[in-house]
Antibody
Framework: QVQLVESGGGVVQPGRSLRLSCAASGFNFSSYAMHWVRQAPGKGLEWVAVIASDGNYNADSVNGRFTISRDNSKNTLYLHMNSPRVEDTAVYYC??????????WGQGTLVTVSS | EIVLTQSPATLSLSPGERATLSCRASQSISSYLAWYQQKPGQSPRLLIYDASNRATGIPARFSGSGSGTDFTLTISSLEPEDFAVYYCQQRSNWPPWTFGQGTKVEIK
């Protein structure tokens, strides 16, 4: 069955870096676009970034600071968070793209940006 | 950017009652709308795609309708496990993908 397992979250100081990972299994990982979606504490869902065959895209709120990448040989998706801000505090989910919707989600990893 | 507005913010109902949730788009998105359910401490689950198609394994009591700018998610008879937060999401014009702010269905 499809499984997505995020890791790498934790407490990070503003301006430092953090890399999130999402290990995929149960499907042909390289054939699918993949997304990161976040949810601030007590708030709604916010799309962050996508990596697809025709390119990568970021939300304006993270453009220039976050980079999405993948290693198909390891079936792993990444989110490189540079210069995080307090407002980036959230649970970060990886999600599989299915016809430009999100059909499978990981359990999420919490990132807290605090000095 | 397409803005999705959900109403009401909270819906207080009893098990067995019918729930009607609304999602309005700031411009036409054809039928490119999905609905997700999120329970406390869990990740979202895809319920409906393309406005009216149930995702795999979703019970028939969930149905979606609408096109253009106005969409509805209906739960015909609420089960105890249906009390959760529901989000709509558009894929008509991306990036960015956008979500509504959510509707919480709570037990009355």
């Amino acid at each position: 069955q499809v499984q997505l397992v995020e890791s790498g979250g934790g407490v990070v100081q503003p301006g430092r870096s953090l890399r999130l990972s999402c290990a995929a299994s149960g499907f042909n990982f390289s054939s699918y676009a993949m997304h990161w979606v976040r949810q601030a504490p007590g708030k709604g869902l916010e799309w962050v970034a996508v990596i697809a065959s025709d390119g990568n895209y970021n939300a304006d709120s993270v453009n220039g600071r976050f980079t999405i990448s993948r290693d198909n040989s390891k079936n792993t998706l990444y989110l490189h968070m540079n210069s995080p801000r307090v407002e980036d505090t959230a649970v970060y989910y990886c999600a599989r793209d299915w016809n430009s919707d999100f059909d499978y989600w990981g359990q999420g990893t919490l990132v807290t940006v605090s000095s | 950017e397409i803005v999705l507005t959900q109403s009401p913010a909270t819906l207080s109902l009893s098990p067995g009652e019918r729930a009607t949730l609304s999602c309005r788009a700031s411009q036409s998105i054809s039928s490119y709308l999905a609905w997700y359910q999120q329970k406390p401490g869990q990740s979202p689950r895809l319920l409906i795609y393309d406005a009216s198609n149930r995702a795999t394994g979703i019970p028939a009591r969930f149905s979606g309708s609408g096109s253009g700018t106005d969409f509805t998610l209906t739960i015909s008879s609420l089960e105890p496990e249906d009390f959760a937060v529901y989000y709509c999401q558009q894929r008509s014009n991306w990036p960015p993908w956008t979500f509504g702010q959510g509707t919480k269905v709570e037990i009355k």
